[in-house]
């Protein structure tokens, strides 16, 4: 019997095709610019390029590593943004991490959850 990976039918969305590149400086981040291109290799000007920040910022855990999306129109915008969308992420994690925190608070625990969530009854 021959088991189906699927792998026969990946592909490529021809009429999506993005170019990317990276900018840094070696220090406190980096940028990544997404080009919409077409199937020649030619820029796609009906689509509009998209941007992204990526940082580390340091834990007592480690280094953490944090990005979010740049609305810029082009490179000197997304540097002048960089801070902006960093923090935003930021704010998204301690939110997320805070509403997280809320919802194991308000949880019901079990006896069941107490012993390692096993059913077994010793007589």
């Known amino acids: 019997m021959s088991e189906e990976t699927g792998l026969e039918n990946i592909k490529i969305d021809g009429s999506n095709l993005w170019k ?9 981040g980096s940028i990544r610019k997404l080009t919409p291109i077409k199937l ?3 820029e796609d000007e009906a689509r509009t390029a998209s941007y992204s920040a ?6 007592p855990s480690g280094a953490l590593p944090i990005s979010g999306e740049i609305e810029a129109t ?5 540097v002048e943004k960089f801070p902006a969308a960093i923090n935003a992420a930021v704010k998204k994690l301690q939110d997320d991490m805070i509403r997280m ?11 069941d959850q107490l012993r390692g969530g096993k059913n077994d009854i010793i007589i």
Request: cysteine-free; glycine content about 2%; hydrophobic content about 30%.
């Open 20 to 28: 990317e590149e990276n900018f840094t400086d070696l220090q406190v």
């Open 40 to 42: 020649d290799g030619t």
């Open 54 to 59: 990526t940082t580390n910022i340091m834990t």
């Open 74 to 78: 082009n490179l000197e915008e997304a």
């Open 101 to 111: 925190q809320q919802e194991q608070a308000s949880q019901i625990v079990t006896p």
